[in-house]
């Protein structure tokens, strides 16, 4: 199996995780083959170092150093808020404001992983700026209404808490479709059942951050895959995100850009 690299150069290597893959292989789930690191260490034949995370069904840009040095700058710019995170995510209801919402949360322990952390902690500063780019009414009954609304939402974290987008869109009461964790379990079924959105629709479509090595700026965007491109068809929606936009390149970095397409 092979990933798409969105950026490559001799510091730094970027792809689009697909839906359903872990960053890492992890003790919770050690019968899994199919593992982001694994796959991008054996297709460009080179140790990569991870430097950020993406949920298991996010989908998107995730970033990787080639060496511990890469590593390590990249995870101090993630530390300090450096980068600028773009996400893009489908919803429940009409989400038509733009807003920053800042709402803290209690830190989210895992039952099995953090069984021994502490689940007394005071709430942290999450902070997200939201804005509603798109509705939609379809024609199909859900719950105790006769048809069922969406929005497409575009999203960027100023923090970075687990699971903070899911959460904020969910205090909201405009949950993501798919999230089996914080988000409506009719709508979920629905969406899966009458537009193929059988997975949760969050998409990383795009990190800018300055290069460690050469100090110019660097934006990565990553492209949309089938159940996405299938949604947007379905609700109205093309041409309201850049579907074939891979990367944007500052001059003078070296690049080795390849397309999935």
Known sequence: MTIEILYQDEWLVAVNKPSGWLVHRSWLDRDEKVVVMQTVRDQIG????????????????????????????????????????????????????????????????????????????????????????????????????????????????????????????????????????????????SAAEHFGCGRLMLHASELSLTHPFTGEPLTIRAGLDDVWMQALSQFGWLGQLPENERVEFAPGNVQDEQHAQ
């Open 46 to 189: 080179q140790h990569v170092y991870t430097v950020h995370r993406l949920d298991r069904p996010t989908s998107g840009v995730l970033l990787m150093g080639l060496s511990s040095e890469a590593g390590r700058l990249l995870s101090q710019q993630f530390e300090q808020h450096q980068m600028q995170k773009r996400y893009h995510a489908i919803v429940r209801g009409w989400l038509t404001d733009a807003a920053t919402l800042d709402y803290p949360l209690v830190e989210e322990l895992d039952k099995i992983a953090d069984k021994f952390a502490r689940a007394d902690k005071e709430p942290q500063p999450a902070v997200t700026d939201y804005r509603g780019m798109a509705t939609t009414e379809m024609p199909v009954a859900t719950g105790k209404f006769s048809t069922t609304r969406y929005s497409l939402v575009e999203l960027l974290p100023k923090t970075g808490r687990k699971h903070q987008l899911r959460r904020h869109l969910s205090h909201l009461r405009h949950p993501i479709i798919g999230d089996s964790k914080h988000g409506d379990l009719r709508q979920n079924r």
